[in-house]
Nanobody, 122 residues
Framework: QVQLVESGGGLVQAGGSLRLSCVAS?????SGWFRQAPGKERDFVSA????????DYADSVKDRFTISRDRAKNTVYLQMNSLKPEDTGVYYC??????????????????WGQGTQVTVSS
């Protein structure tokens, strides 16, 4: 069973930055970040391929967030800059065990972290 442990969430003022980390117990294929705001569905934020060469971002975070991977540490990071109140939510790390999937879709991922809260105040 693959375990994902997230960290790095917290409270920050608008315009500030946070870096989320997700440590996996084993090496996986694609990894992604999703977020869920109160009363809303879980939405795609960003994803990275196994080798780290391909990345994808939701339009709402493009040019502000950066996803990266340290393969030696089985860790995926999400650097979040210029945070906005609408970025508030629980951020979930996800990892997949299958190649050639739609990395923006939740069903493409087999393992999920427990979530970390990100709150951006105005």
């Amino acid at each position: 069973q693959v375990q994902l442990v997230e960290s790095g969430g917290g409270l920050v003022q608008a315009g500030g930055s946070l870096r989320l980390s997700c440590v996996a117990s084993v090496r996986t294929f694609n990894s992604g970040w999703f977020r869920q705001a109160p009363g809303k569905e879980r939405d795609f934020v960003s994803a990275i391929s196994r080798g780290g060469f391909n990345t994808d971002y939701a339009d709402s975070v493009k040019d502000r967030f950066t996803i990266s991977r340290d393969r030696a540490k089985n860790t995926v990071y999400l650097q979040m800059n210029s945070l906005k109140p609408e970025d508030t939510g629980v951020y979930y790390c996800a990892a997949g065990s299958r190649p050639f999937v739609n990395i923006r879709a939740s069903p493409s991922y087999d393992y999920w972290g427990q979530g970390t809260q990100v709150t951006v105040s105005s």
